[in-house]
């Protein structure tokens, strides 16, 4: 089997992260969704990019995976690889009877992880897609990959996306946050199912983390410091050791804040002389001797 060299880009450990919660959120739809296909409504919402990253993620958390870049009108993928040993052959040389299936597969430096470029792209994508040959190598990708994930054109422009739901187990939409209207979203999904494929959610990519701060809960979100809404919990009233002030901070943002207590008051005014009245309009008790008598 030949060798390819995925290039990757840097990667802060916010957006690790969340391609791992995606690829959790991926095993527990079911062991019984293997063949998984990514598509979009337009181009450039980041489909190809989150394939690639997802087959990533799951071959290092030990999963055989091959990576299948079925979009046969524009592929990404192919300029993120690094070829060693001349022309690569793809998808198409494959379902135009040009080379077999294991002559078509590619090792990655990424353990676990295979690869299937795309290949020319043909005058006839869709044809070649809804053949034979293609549901032969997929139902033969069962039986060697723990998943199998394949990068499909657009939906909402071209069709190739639902022929190859019909041999899949689930399908993922990748949405550009702000990228596409509500109906557009809808109508592709309402294509998306009419293949018979389950649908298994929505990846909303090209989130502007600025403006969602760690999402709705600010910084560290909507707790304040760690959020808003327990003020200074963890902030200057815990350096105090008062409970009171913290209970006092843990209020919705609607409630007045509560007024200095008397003794924060105190601290601040001059000291009172004994017996006097203070501007509360309470009189001040005398300092007592040990019997209860006054001086």
Known sequence: MKYVKIRRGKMDSRMAEEYKSLRTNIQFCGADKKVIMLTSCTPNEGKSTTSLQLAISLAELGKRTLLVDADLRRSVLVGKLVVEGGETLGLTHFLSGQAELQDVRYATDVPNLHIINSGPFPPNPAELLSGELFQQAVE????????????????????????????????????????????????????LEKSGCPFLGVILNKVDSKKLEYGRYGKYGKYGKYGGYYGDYYGSSSNSGESGSAKASARPKSQTPPKPKAQAAQKASAPQKAGSRPSGGKRTPAPQNRAGEQK
């Open 140 to 191: 033969a990708f069962r039986d060697v990959y723990d998943y199998v994930i394949i990068d499909t054109a657009p939906l909402g422009t071209v069709i190739d996306a639902a022929i190859v739901a019909k041999v899949c187990d689930g399908a993922v939409m990748v949405i550009e946050a702000g990228g596409v209207n509500y109906r557009f979203v809808q109508d592709t999904v309402s294509q």
